[in-house]
């Protein structure tokens, strides 16, 4: 086979670190495979080299060509045998993987399923940022200093052949090394995925060595690069620093391996595998698995904060915004902390707690690290009990107390409440869930909503207003990273009410979804917002849907939304580089 080689000067002390990486590789690699490495390459010692540099050359050269020759005859060997119904499904393989379509493919579906929960879809995300990492460094780092050629195909047989030929160098098989990054950063958030995704990566990176475009070496060389970048990409993202409690930290009990600790866990809102994991950080945690046949959610965990309280520990539970804001309401009536899994199909104060996996929950319970959380409250305004003292001529005072509406009971939410638009797309959302997977139906019915809801007519703060959606957030909401999405809340005890309205008028869905889109949506003219500590909405029409953390209920002809004074205590864990402890009284 000919070889291709730079014969330069012997390298002095100012070799380029380019070229001794070549000359290392194409050495242990083997010279008879096409090497062609641009820059630094030594020529090889005559046959008078003695001493230490000419038995170490001597050494080096007998482990490329042992090397050499099992590349050579493992490639030979794939070639030459018969795989059953390979040539019907490896080359299309191979070519599916082209430009990484296989695995946008694949992070879409995962997502757009459901199944595995946030962990699934944190790893299909961290899936596609490592085969980007992996590309960037296989085509610019990798092919750009070993210029290995291609195998020849004489040997392979020509069914196998794909029907373009990759015209870039062999060494690294980018193609292994993006399915290598894909497959292992999902493996490492999903196990189940991952056991899905890992033999479909494996049929890849082998169908490049069968359809003969690449040797057994370029593919091995290429998955270590890819799992590598899978590691990296972990440890960068799970080592970003976390936002810093903006609050002090409170009184709470240390409860270590979970023990006194009650959790509730909704299986509509995780997987076997992460009932698995809550075991594994929390092993002395009770843990409860609510049956819909046996009784409804919130009396469970009622009963359960009861004990809590009784035992001296806390309430945790395992869901998504809806359970999360019945156990927030049941841990404030029973006086007992929260402590929240990062579980369901959306777990907002999970993710701005901090806690990413159940092993950052066991940190802080068993440390004993909370915060204050703020509950806002909605009801009509003659729901919230007033008392008036009146002062006669004499200085007494006289207490005097409203009787609370017995039709509406007060709500209260964690994370948002809205009214509008907001309330149908949950409705449409949870009716197909069960059908096409939470994420799809999410998608089909914002399409819904934008296509057929309809403006509302309420007074706000007693000046009418046409909206096509109000919406409030519990404490005050930022952007992170100045583009659409991604909002977060930095203190959860801020006693505010982060206003958002969306007046109705031309075009107002499209102009708001547009600036949404751009990252301006502070300047759309159809979007007003404002931070507040109450509002108060009346002439609410009839039929009119109220939307709080994913629930939905018809709403009261008038509303009074504000915080009462007591607040929740969430167990919350802190940052590596940030130690604490609790406040003294007083």
Request: proline share 7%; hydrophobic share 40%; aromatic share 6%.
């Amino acid at each position: 086979m000919e070889t291709h080689r730079h014969r330069g000067p012997r390298s002095g002390p100012g070799r380029s670190l380019a070229g001794g990486l070549g000359r290392s590789l194409a050495d242990s690699l083997g010279r008879g495979q096409g090497w062609a490495v641009g820059t630094g390459m030594a020529a090889g010692r005559g046959a008078g080299a003695t001493g230490a540099d000419g038995s170490t050359e001597g050494v080096r050269a007998s482990l490329s060509r042992t090397f050499s020759a099992w590349d050579r005859s493992l490639f030979r060997s794939v070639a030459q045998r018969h795989w059953p119904r390979g040539e019907h499904v490896l080359p299309r393989l191979s070519r599916t993987a082209d430009h990484s379509k296989l695995w946008l493919g694949t992070a879409a579906a995962i997502a757009l399923s459901g199944v595995g929960g946030p962990g699934a879809r944190r790893g299909a995300l961290r899936g596609l940022a490592s085969v980007a990492v992996t590309s960037a460094v296989v085509n610019t780092v990798g092919k750009g200093v070993f210029g290995r050629s291609r195998p020849l195909l004489d040997e392979v047989p020509v069914i196998r052949r794909l029907k373009r030929l990759p015209t870039s160098t062999s060494f690294p098989s980018g193609h292994a090394a993006s399915a290598a990054a894909f497959a292992t950063a999902v493996t490492l958030e999903s196990r189940g995925w991952g056991a899905v995704v890992l033999p479909v990566a494996a049929s890849v990176a082998f169908s490049r060595v069968y359809t003969g475009v690449h040797y057994p070496s370029d593919v091995l060389a290429g998955a270590a690069i890819g799992t590598a970048a899978a590691f990296g990409v972990r440890a960068v993202l799970d080592a970003r620093r976390q936002v810093p409690p903006a609050q002090p930290l409170v009184e709470a009990p240390a409860l270590p391996a979970g023990r006194g600790l009650s959790v509730v866990v909704n299986p509509g809102s995780g997987s076997a595998a992460s009932a698995r994991e809550i075991g594994e950080a929390l092993p002395e945690a009770r843990v409860v698995h609510w049956d819909p046949d046996a009784g409804e959610l919130p009396d469970l965990l009622g009963e359960e904060a009861r004990r809590a309280a009784e035992e001296g520990g806390a309430l945790g539970v395992f869901g998504g915004d809806g359970t999360v804001s019945a156990a927030a309401r049941a841990a404030l009536a029973h006086q007992v902390p929260l402590a929240v899994l990062p579980g369901g199909t959306l777990n907002h104060l999970a993710l701005d707690l901090g806690i990413g996996s159940c092993a950052d929950l066991a940190d802080a319970v068993g440390s004993g690290h909370a915060i204050a959380v703020d509950l806002a409250r909605f009801a009509p305004p003659h729901r919230f009990a007033q008392t008036a003292v009146r002062h006669d001529a004499g200085g007494r005072g006289a207490e005097s107390a409203e009787k609370p509406e017995p039709d509406y009971e007060p709500g209260y939410f964690v994370n948002t409440f809205s009214l509008g638009a907001y309330g149908d797309l949950v409705e449409v959302r949870d009716r197909w869930r069960h059908r096409v997977g939470p994420w799809a139906a999410g998608l089909a019915a914002a399409v819904h909503v934008l296509r057929h809801s309809r403006p509302f007519e309420v007074r706000v703060n007693g000046r009418p207003q046409s909206l096509w959606l109000l919406f409030i957030g519990n404490c005050s909401y930022h952007t992170v990273g100045g583009g659409p999405g991604g909002a977060r809340r930095f203190n959860l005890a801020d006693g505010m009410l982060d206003i958002h309205l969306v007046r109705a008028g031309r075009w107002a869905r499209t102009r708001l979804v547009a600036s949404s889109l751009a990252g301006v949506l502070h300047r759309s003219p159809v979007h007003a917002a404002a931070r507040g500590r109450r509002l108060h909405l009346a002439g609410i029409p009839d039929g009119t849907l109220c939307s709080y953390d994913g629930e939905t209920a018809p709403a009261a002809p008038s509303l009074l939304i504000d915080k009462p004074a007591t607040t929740l205590t969430v167990y919350r864990p802190l940052p590596a580089w940030l130690s604490g402890s609790s406040l003294p009284d007083g």
